[in-house]
């Protein structure tokens, strides 16, 4: 079977994406509630508004473990791209985020960046495997696959000729 055939719609291979870092940290996270506390609830998460670029049809459960998956390829937190709310403010005192909100240039650059990540594994990728007659399934590009964790993708650097 060839590659072209399997890859993915683009939202999808956002979502992909996002479902491999949330698999490999719930692998890694402990199976049992800890000693003495009463085991949590799953948390629900409301439904997205202003999506542009991911599926508007994404439960905000879905969006939010995508999300997760960005903030570890970038090694940020939400506030980093979602601006606060001045006028919601939580039980702790301090602003609730506004997820809607188009005020951060960070949120604009995701978008974009997001868009080219699509862009890439649907274009490109399928490209080259059908020339390089790779295995089925080539890995996607992901934020991670850049980034590696931190807010600027590292610098390059060739190792040394031996």
Do not use: W
């Amino acid at each position: 079977m060839r590659i072209s055939s399997l890859l993915p719609a683009s939202g999808a291979v956002a979502l992909l994406g996002a479902a491999v870092f949330v698999c490999a940290s719930i692998a890694q996270a402990p199976q049992t509630p800890p000693a003495g506390g009463p085991a949590r609830q799953p948390r629900s998460y409301p439904a997205p508004t202003n999506l542009q670029v991911l599926p508007k049809d994404l439960t905000g459960n879905q969006v939010h473990e995508i999300m997760e998956g960005y903030e570890a390829a970038l090694g940020k937190h939400c506030n980093y791209c979602h601006a606060t709310d001045p006028k919601n403010i939580g039980p702790n005192g301090r602003p609730r985020l506004n997820f809607a909100s188009d005020e951060k240039d960070e949120k604009k650059m995701a978008r974009i960046m997001i868009t080219m990540t699509e862009d890439i594994n649907k274009n490109y990728v399928k490209k080259v495997a059908d020339i390089d007659k790779m295995p089925e399934m080539a890995p996607p590009v992901t934020c991670g696959t850049c980034h590696q964790g931190h807010e600027d993708p590292p610098e390059f650097k060739p190792a040394p000729e031996h």
